[in-house]
Antibody
Framework: QLQLQESGSGLVKPSQTLSLTCAVS??????????WSWIRQPPGKGLEWIGY???????YYNPSLKSRVTISVDRSKNQFSLKLSSVTAADTAVYYC?????????WGQGTLVTVSS | DIVMTQTPLSLSVTPGQPASISCKSS???????????LYWYLQKPGQSPQLLIY???NRFSGVPDRFSGSGSGTDFTLKISRVEAEDVGVYYC?????????FGPGTKVDIK
């Protein structure tokens, strides 16, 4: 059973870069069965898919965030990461990592990132 | 992007009574492979979303049979035959036929 755990800074200043990591346990991130996604949820609002990375390393980002997003994989640590640059208050949200194999089956517990000076 | 809409946005249900949520997509979710890429997730209070239904009508492992999904093309429905207290939360439909994946705004279900 896959388990995912987000970590990273909970407070980021405007214009800086948000950085989060998702540690995967219970399976290999290099497995061909999954791609690895980030999804966010502003406080009291709905879900927004940010993007994913395949086990091969290829990525796809939501066009609404594409110019600011980078998702990468560290196979040696069995984890993947999210970087979101030039953040504003609108990027304040709970950020979830999730595995995708036709549907989002495994989710992290989510981590709140607040953008504030 | 495919726009997902849901109605109603909130629903208050007496335990033991049925509930129904509608989801509509701005484009057909029927793929040429014959599958329809429509999913339902439930986000219980304070929790991460969890998969209920995949490809319109298939209950995910462990999901009670009081949950059922139906629909085709652009119109879909999630039904709960007899609502229980543990069913409270926000229900989201999601499409994955086209990137970016998009979610509906959510339907908040609570107990009367």
């Amino acid at each position: 059973q896959l388990q995912l755990q987000e970590s990273g800074s909970g407070l980021v200043k405007p214009s800086q870069t948000l950085s989060l990591t998702c540690a995967v346990s219970g399976g290999s991130i290099s497995s061909g069965g999954y791609s690895w996604s980030w999804i966010r949820q502003p406080p009291g609002k709905g879900l927004e898919w940010i993007g994913y990375i395949y086990h091969s390393g290829s990525t796809y980002y939501n066009p609404s965030l594409k110019s600011r997003v980078t998702i990468s994989v560290d196979r040696s640590k069995n984890q993947f990461s999210l970087k979101l640059s030039s953040v504003t208050a609108a990027d304040t949200a709970v950020y979830y990592c999730a595995s995708y194999a036709g549907y989002f089956q495994h989710w992290g517990q989510g981590t709140l990132v607040t953008v504030s000076s | 992007d495919i726009v997902m809409t849901q109605t109603p946005l909130s629903l208050s249900v007496t335990p033991g009574q049925p509930a129904s949520i509608s989801c509509k997509s701005s484009q057909s979710l029927l793929h040429s492979d014959g599958k329809t890429y429509l999913y339902w997730y439930l986000q219980k209070p304070g929790q991460s979303p969890q998969l209920l239904i995949y490809e319109v009508s298939n209950r995910f492992s462990g999901v009670p049979d009081r949950f059922s999904g139906s629909g085709s093309g652009t119109d879909f429905t999630l039904k709960i035959s007899r609502v229980e207290a543990e069913d409270v939360g926000v229900y989201y439909c999601m499409q994955s036929i086209q990137l970016p994946f998009t979610f509906g705004p959510g339907t908040k279900v609570d107990i009367k």
